[in-house]
């Protein structure tokens, strides 16, 4: 009986902590963190497994390496960047009395620099997709300020029909430059539907076991 109360009191204790608003600052580091890691194996781990056991070769040893391996470069990435965000943003607040816009750019800057400057397939897979989120957005904020005038036709059509006129023309004609994880999609899709030996490689696999 002595272990549960030594527990619930050690519990109780834990959460007066966690309530102190003079705590809540640095409280948020520690939970940033936590989120950063779950939610970088939340986001990394499916599509880790989908992307490697799709177009990977070698050993279920070397595949199941690979995808801990990126999970755990994914998730730790995030959550040291997370740490790293706040605590300047953080810092910044309290020495210039509150916060300001410029604080959560600076901040983010010296974040990405440190944590994902690193040119590794991780970093840069995330680093796009970021862009891509941040041209979006910046074309509206600069419709919303007036900058860029609004127009009366929707642009979607004619942006989708860019995009992709644009990474099938790279695709065919200057593939190093497109990202390996994109290279093997574009492959799978419209090379490897090129070849087939009999209904075996041709509606049930995607390459006979011959050639494998």
């Known amino acids: 009986m002595a272990a549960p109360r030594q527990l619930q009191a050690l519990l109780q204790a834990v959460n007066a902590l966690l309530r102190k608003r003079r705590y ?23 599509h880790a497994l989908v992307m490697t056991f799709l177009f990977r070769s070698g050993s279920l040893r070397d595949k199941l390496r690979a995808i801990l391996q990126a999970t755990y470069t994914h998730s730790r990435n995030l959550a040291c960047f997370v740490f790293v965000y706040k605590g300047l943003c953080a810092l910044q607040s309290h020495t210039q009395g509150k916060a300001y816009q410029s604080h959560s750019f600076l901040a983010a800057f010296i974040g990405g620099f440190l944590i994902f400057g690193d040119n590794n397939n991780i970093n840069s897979q995330i680093n796009m997709y970021l862009t891509s989120r941040v041209l979006f957005a910046l074309c509206r904020l600069g419709v919303e300020k007036g900058y860029i005038p609004e127009l009366r036709w929707d642009p979607f059509p004619l942006y989708t029909a860019v995009v992709w006129g644009l990474v099938l023309w790279l695709f065919e004609y200057h593939r190093p430059t497109l990202q390996p994880s994109l290279q093997s999609s574009m492959t799978y899709l419209y090379e490897d539907s090129n070849v087939w030996h009999d209904l075996s490689d041709f509606l049930i696999y995607n390459r006979s076991r011959a050639s494998k």
């Open 24 to 46: 809540h600052a640095a409280l948020a580091l520690i939970k940033g963190f936590r989120n950063g890691i779950v939610y970088g194996v939340k986001i990394r781990a499916p």
